[in-house]
């Protein structure tokens, strides 16, 4: 007698034996081997402010390492408003830039930043003002956003590739600013790759409309007639997948008939949810949508109202899984904002370098800077997920071009904050002095769930910060 073929159970393969429809791809990743719930996934943001410390000359920068132990720490005056989120931050302390190319140290800061790559001299296309005199072109390499963005797996904020035709969320990144600039190598940050930017929204309006067409809140009321549609196809499939998960238990080994009830499991758990109307991804049942900004004017006078506008509209996003991978900058190298509401009447890069001790009048706008963080922190901490809050489920770094306002590219002051769903633990003060920060980035790619020890070009296979994770 002829001896029945025993079939492999892949996930892959049991979706093409039963010719799964497309329409439920998107739920597949409730197909896990546990036949438990899908996890709150990662988020990632990128945070940006201008210039480095407060310094009165090469040699007198304010001390902004925080005081106290590993675990048990006070931020130094200029992050005084994060003391309240202490317990779900990290100080990287005493980071190193890893930057360097054309133009002078705001121009490769720049375009090193999130990248550990180096700014090109001008090339076809691309021919900037870096200071001093000095030309550049673009940067050489992606930054950490967009590696993370592309990259896919259970341990990656996404799980399928970036040209699966069913993505998990309708942006695979999102670029926000504040006042950025116009396009030259000083004001652009994010980069695809090798010459390739990425340019923010800078409109918080035209940002709110573009994120937040289609998006229905969790319990928001009727639901829309396309969504419907889809949702009562997906149960179709499911409900003939359920009787036909019996035909192919016959064709399988006994030993795959765990993982054929963990299929079973995952369906069940698809079919409760779209039981539901309307349809809520767990991740996203923090989902609101926050007020629509007013036609507001960029001017000097509307910065702090833009960036609140525009730290609502990521805290949404993230809430509402439009998105998982997003940068928020705010102003650019050399920025040339005045901060009037703290008193002063002089642009903060002027401020910098116009020959007097400005370290008070640059502390207190490097306070503000943090009070803003703060609000960030708060908005995100204030969304329940799980047992946690949006916040846990995030990671946040917070970074800047330069070291201290005098140029100088070490001890750069970077923050994390989030605890990116258990991969890292927060609530430490960690003493990194020297080390290249293009490990900082690549600890960022391996939290994220990406496989590397390398990122940008200055550093090849620097490896991550020892004990950070």
């Not at 979706?15 to 896990?32: F, W």
């Not at 999130?114 to 691309?126: F, K, M, R």
């Not at 910065?303 to 705010?330: G, K, N």
């Not at 430490?428 to 293009?438: C, G």
Request: glycine share 10%.
């Amino acid at each position: 007698m002829r001896q029945r073929r025993r079939v492999g159970l892949s996930r892959r393969k049991l979706l093409q034996t039963l010719g799964v429809s497309t329409v439920l791809s998107p739920l597949i990743p409730l197909l896990n081997a546990s036949g438990q719930e899908a996890a709150r996934p990662k988020r990632l943001l990128l945070f940006f402010t201008p210039d480095g410390v407060p310094s009165k000359d090469w040699n007198t920068t304010v001390d902004w390492r925080p005081k106290g132990t590993e675990t048990d720490f006070t931020f130094s005056e200029i992050h005084s408003p994060l003391q309240p989120f202490m317990a779900k931050m990290v100080v990287p302390w005493g980071l190193t830039m890893t930057a360097g190319g054309a133009g002078e140290q705001h121009a490769y800061g720049m375009a090193g930043l999130w990248t550990a790559s180096t700014l090109h001299e001008p090339h076809a296309g691309a021919d900037f003002d870096g200071g001093n005199g000095h030309r550049t072109g673009w940067g050489s390499g992606p930054s950490i956003d967009q590696i993370v963005a592309r990259a896919y797996g259970p341990a990656a904020p996404y799980r399928v590739p970036p040209d699966d035709p069913n993505q998990e969320t309708p942006y695979r990144s999102l670029e926000l600013g504040v006042q950025t600039g116009g396009v030259t190598s000083l004001t652009r940050m994010i980069y695809a790759g090798d010459k390739q930017p990425l340019h923010p929204e800078t409109n918080p309006r035209a940002a709110f409309d573009r994120i937040f067409a289609g998006v229905d809140p969790s319990g928001s009321g009727s639901e829309d007639p396309a969504a419907a549609r889809t949702r009562l196809e997906r149960q179709a499939v499911v409900d003939r997948l359920k009787g036909d998960l019996t035909r192919i238990r016959t064709r399988i080994g006994s030993e795959e008939h765990q993982k054929l009830d963990a299929h079973l499991e995952g369906l069940l758990a698809i079919e409760r949810r779209l039981s539901t109307t309307p349809t809520a991804m767990e991740p996203a049942l923090g989902c609101t949508i926050p007020e629509r900004p007013g036609d507001t004017r960029a001017s000097n006078a509307n910065y702090p109202d833009q960036i609140r506008q525009m730290m609502d509209i990521v805290a949404h996003a993230l809430a509402c899984d439009v998105t998982r991978v997003a940068s928020l900058q705010l102003s650019y190298g050399f920025s040339g904002v005045t901060h009037t509401w703290l008193g002063h009447n002089t642009t903060h890069h002027t401020m910098s370098h116009d020959n007097t001790d400005r370290r008070a009048d640059l502390s207190a706008i490097d306070k503000w800077y943090s009070g803003h963080f703060a609000y960030l922190l708060e908005k995100l901490d204030s969304v329940p997920e799980g047992d946690g809050t949006l916040l846990d489920n995030t990671l946040i770094v917070w970074g800047r071009e330069l070291g201290s306002t005098v140029h100088r590219m070490d001890r750069v002051p970077f923050l994390m904050a989030g605890g990116a769903a258990g991969a890292l633990r927060t609530g430490r003060n960690l003493n990194f002095d020297k080390q290249p920060h293009a490990k900082l980035l690549v600890s960022v790619a391996q939290i994220m769930g990406v496989e590397t020890n390398s990122v940008g070009n200055r550093e090849p296979n620097s490896g991550p910060l020892p004990g950070l994770v």
